[in-house]
């Protein structure tokens, strides 16, 4: 298993009883529409080196947003 968050990992994040599931590839590869965000991206640069139970918090254009790291593949 992968206990940490890097580039090539698939994670699953809630906010709330929202769940989201993302893809961290590197900037060339981003395809936010099918869920592959790059590294560099505000969401994969705070995700990274975290693991499964961390809180993230994100900040975006209209405030802080808080995710929790539910699983990493």
Known sequence: TIDKVRVG????????????????????????????????SPLGKSLLGHKVGDKIVVHAPDGEVVYLVDTIE
């Open 9 to 40: 990992s698939s994670v699953t994040l809630k906010k709330g009883s929202s769940v989201f599931k993302y893809s961290i590839v590197g900037s060339n590869e981003t395809r936010p529409e099918e869920g592959r965000i790059s590294n560099e």
